[in-house]
């Protein structure tokens, strides 16, 4: 078998076996932390905080910090506040000229905006803290356990809170370095895996114990979840190709034809960095009512919360077309490809090289964006329908949305970087024609 001889030959390239035990055993060390308790917090007492986020968006919280969230885990606010920072900071790259002078630099450049969204995260995370902990002696409380948090206390358990997620971000940045694909999207694709098994087993026991279609329903579920995933994987690969022309060159007295090129513009440039950017906005306003403990008789922060409701969804796609259309923007750049195009004597047919050049590949790119970033959305917020047709809200999570684009574009990401690695060493990929297709958008995630 193909895939046989694949592993094969992973196993004969001693650099990449090296890479895939650094990611394995990074991973375990993150799985590990997952499940190492608050001190003072007695893990028996945290049953109400594990039916807090049974369901709604904390749920969502809880699978993207691997289930740490509902342990009251060192790790417990997970990679989402360095991804908050780094949207403030790509926001701030759009309208302050210092931070497009900084983007301009190159390598130093880009250092000192990593420092400052480090920067960024410290302070996020130094709000988000207390009001996790607050949440956090709420729940303990009404479970009739004994949770009183003074302000030294609090002010060490943010400490150790804040660490624990920068030591995240270190880990990912680590597994980028010296493992395969892409550290913190790897690692909050492991926090979604992790939480698959426990989903499938809850809707298959569901489905066995309900009269709701039992187990036919069940396999229906399955094809569909399969249908989604295939939708999923052609929304992250799909391309438009436009034609290049290379202009005819006169060397001494013999004359060269041009040849036709394509350049391959993405349906869905942005990957799935639009469904994670979105979705952390989507996480402000619980942060801001303390992850629920105070925020219960707000309206507004209910309809923002509710995964089911209208104005979730609806405020949730808005904000993923608007988020494809402006990371598209700062990712793919018409006017320096036009410039490149013209530096190689390339041409577009039937357009003047330069401005008319950026001004063709901008249209072509803005009328594919379009119809990928509503895809995108509907993709986006397939769960809430799949949870009212009955589906449990668990398992209900990978019908589309956030988990299963971030599944889909991370595992393409890490196929890619194996497959390069592989070609790199003339051994033959995981694909016959040698080619996978990832998400190449040159996303620091």
Not at 15 to 35: A, E, N, P, S
Not at 171 to 181: A, C, F, S
Not at 377 to 384: E, L, R, S
Request: hydrophobic share 50%; with cysteine.
């Amino acid at each position: 078998m193909r895939f046989v001889e694949t592993i094969k030959n992973i196993s004969k390239i001693e650099d990449l076996r090296k890479r895939i035990l650094i990611t394995f055993l990074l991973v375990l060390v993150y799985r590990v932390g997952c499940h190492v308790v608050l001190p003072g917090i007695n893990p028996n007492e945290l049953d109400a905080l594990r039916s807090f986020t049974d369901s709604g968006l904390m749920q969502l919280l809880d699978m993207f910090s691997g289930g740490a969230f509902s342990q009251a885990s060192i790790l417990a606010l997970g990679i989402m506040p360095y991804i908050t920072a780094s949207i403030v900071i790509q926001l701030l790259g759009m309208v302050l000229p210092s931070f497009q002078k900084l983007q301009r630099e190159g390598e130093s450049g880009h250092m000192k905006i990593n420092q400052y969204t480090r920067y960024l995260t410290v302070a996020i995370l130094i709000l988000q803290a207390p009001a996790y902990l607050v949440n956090l002696q709420v729940q303990v409380n009404s479970a009739g356990g004994a949770a009183h948090f003074n302000f030294w206390t609090m002010a060490y358990m943010t400490v150790i809170l804040a660490a624990g997620s920068m030591f995240i971000m270190w880990l990912g940045e680590r597994i980028t370095d010296k493992g395969v694909g892409n550290g913190i999207s790897f690692i909050i694709l492991v926090g979604i895996i992790a939480r698959l098994p426990g989903a499938l087993a809850e809707e298959f026991s569901s489905r066995l114990t309900t009269a709701q279609g039992g187990l036919v329903m069940f396999i229906v579920e399955i094809v569909l979840l399969f249908a989604v995933i295939l939708g999923a994987v052609l929304l992250v690969q799909g391309t438009r190709k436009v034609p290049v022309q290379y202009a005819k060159r006169i060397v001494g007295n013999k004359q060269y034809g041009g040849a036709r090129q394509y350049i391959p513009l993405k349906v869905n440039a942005a990957g799935v960095m639009p469904i994670i950017f979105a979705q952390a906005i989507m996480f402000i306003p619980i942060t801001l009512a303390g992850f629920g403990a105070q925020g219960e008789g707000s309206a507004f922060v209910r309809a923002l919360t509710d995964m089911t409701g209208f104005w979730y969804n609806a405020i949730y796609f808005v904000m993923i077309v608007l988020f494809t259309y402006f990371y598209t923007a700062i990712t793919v750049r018409p006017t320096q490809m036009a410039e490149d195009m013209k530096r190689n004597n390339g041409f577009i047919p039937g357009v003047k090289p330069g401005k008319k050049t950026s001004d063709y590949l901008d249209s072509i790119l803005s009328r594919i964006t379009f119809p990928g970033s509503i895809f995108l959305g509907i993709v986006a917020i397939m769960p809430a329908f799949a949870n009212i047709c009955g589906v449990q809200h668990s398992f209900a999570q990978f019908f589309g949305g956030t988990s299963l684009l971030i599944m889909v574009g991370v595992v393409l990401d890490t196929l890619q970087q194996v497959e390069s690695h592989l070609m790199m060493h003339h051994y033959d990929g995981l694909m016959k024609s040698g080619k996978l297709k990832g998400r190449t958008t040159g996303s620091g995630y």
